[in-house]
Every structure is written in C-alpha cells, then in structure tokens.
Antibody
C-alpha cells in the first residue's frame, strides 16, 4: 500500500525559505513522476512542479525562479524549497504520485507565512 | 495557462437523485497522441483530494460505479447517478495535457 506524508514547519516568516519533505512508503520513489501541489483559499488548487524518474524537474513558471525540487532515493523522500516567501504562499502543500493524473496524495501540510 | 471552468459552483442535491457537474477548458485537452488527460477529484471535508476518474472516463479502483465521466475536446461532465450522503464535498476537474496542469475552481456538492 502506497503512503505519502508531507512534513515541515507550519510557520515561515516573510522573505524566508519554505522547506518541506515528502516521505514515500510502499512505492519506489525513483520509478515514476512525483508532484507537489498546493491549495489555498484564494487560489484553489495550484500545480507547483514535478520531478521524474530521471531527476528532471518541471516547475510552474509562476514559481520557477523561487523553486527547487529534489529527491533522495536512499531516504525515499522528495523535498521542496521555495525562497522569498510572502503571504501569498500560505497554503496546504501536498505531495502526490504521477504527473498527468496525480494519485496517492498525502494528507497535506499547512504552511502559514507570517511574521 | 489552460483555464478550467466548472459549473455549477454549488450543487444542492436530494439523496438518491442524480447530480451532474460540467467542466470546460479554454483549449482542447486532446494530446498529440490522442489521449485526453482530464481527471476528476473528490475532496471530502477535512481530507486531501482523492482521484475518482482519469483520462475522462476511467474510474479508479474502489470508486463506486454511480460515478461516471464523459466528454471530449474541451467539454466534460462528471455524473453521480444517485447521490449518497458520503458524496458530500468538493469536486474538481483537472487537466494534465498542457503544462502547467490546472484545476477547476471546485463544485460543492451538498445534501438538500
């Protein structure tokens, strides 16, 4: 059974870097696409980016300059780093398997950007 | 970005009655290989989204057969043949054909 769990600090100060981890069990993290998606009251569901089995990354152009996505296969973890955050980055952040039709979503982790 | 427009945004339904949600995209979702990457998700209160249907009409494992998807090009529909209490929540369409993938605004299904 595939399980996905996001983790990270719930509160980040404006202008700082948001760092999240997604831990995967029950599936090989190196054999498919893995995606980050966020959900906020103002913007709804927004695609952040994905990493594929060859380590190639594709980021939403709206976030590309601030975004880093990486994978640590030994730990079965994906990571997301978003720099220079503002209140607009406040959202629940999800990790999911797949690119064109994400499945096996984690429960999400709420990140609030506030001083 | 491809804009996904759902209607209605709020859908009060009587238990046991059918429900239908429309999703229209600002451009065709047919890929160059002929595949249409249009998905439907259900988000129950307090839960993360759950994929119900992918590639327009393929139901995920464990999804009741009262849920069905149809459509082509830029016009798609999710139907619930007989709404049950557990179907309350938000429903989203999502396109995965064009980058970046985009979601509809969501349709809230509630019981009258």
């Amino acid at each position: 059974q595939i399980q996905v769990q996001e983790s990270g600090p719930g509160l980040v100060k404006p202008s700082e870097t948001l760092s999240l981890t997604c831990t995967v069990s029950g599936a090989s993290i190196s054999s498919d696409y893995w995606t980050w998606i966020r959900q906020s009251p103002g913007k709804g569901l927004e695609w952040i980016g994905y990493i594929n089995d060859r380590g190639s990354i594709n980021s939403n152009p709206s976030l590309k300059s601030r975004l880093t996505i990486s994978v640590d296969t030994s730990k079965r973890q994906l990571s997301l780093k978003l720099t220079s955050v503002t209140a607009a980055d406040t959202a629940v952040y999800y990790c999911a398997k797949g690119r064109t039709a994400p499945v096996y979503w984690g429960q999400g982790t709420l990140v609030t950007v506030s001083s | 970005d491809v804009v996904m427009t759902q209607s209605p945004l709020s859908l009060p339904v009587t238990l046991g009655q059918p429900a239908s949600i429309s999703c229209r995209s600002s451009q065709s979702l047919a890929d160059s290989d002929g595949t249409t990457y249009l998905n439907w998700f259900q988000q129950r209160p307090g839960q993360s989204p759950r994929r119900l249907i992918y590639k327009v009409s393929i139901r995920d494992s464990g999804v009741p057969d009262r849920f069905s998807g149809s459509g082509s090009g830029s016009d798609f529909t999710l139907k619930i043949s007989r709404v049950e209490a557990e179907d309350v929540g938000l429903y989203y369409c999502m396109q995965g054909t064009h980058w970046p993938a985009t979601f509809g605004q969501g349709t809230k299904v509630e019981i009258k």
